[in-house]
């Protein structure tokens, strides 16, 4: 705000110090939410890929009943 109060301060200096300044919050924020992204991205991928192979045998078991289902009724 002192900037743009100021007359000897041009419109580049004003742009450059407001970038600065958005670029120095959005430094501080990504600081703050990094630990608990990698932590879910990275810790413990067992227990994720447990699940998707439990939902791929379950849906595998299905399309087996359907096939014989279906092959019963002919």
Aim: hydrophobic letters at 30%; glycine letters at 0%; aromatic letters at 2%.
């Amino acid at each position: 705000m002192d900037l743009l109060v100021k007359d000897d301060a041009n419109a580049s200096q004003i742009s450059d110090k407001i970038k600065d300044i958005l670029f120095q919050k959005s430094a501080q924020e990504i600081e703050t939410i990094r630990p608990n992204v990698a932590a879910s991205v990275f810790d413990d991928p067992t227990t994720e890929t447990d699940e998707v192979v439990n939902e791929l045998e379950v849906e595998s078991e299905e399309d087996e009943e359907e096939e014989t289902q279906t092959e019963d009724q002919d």
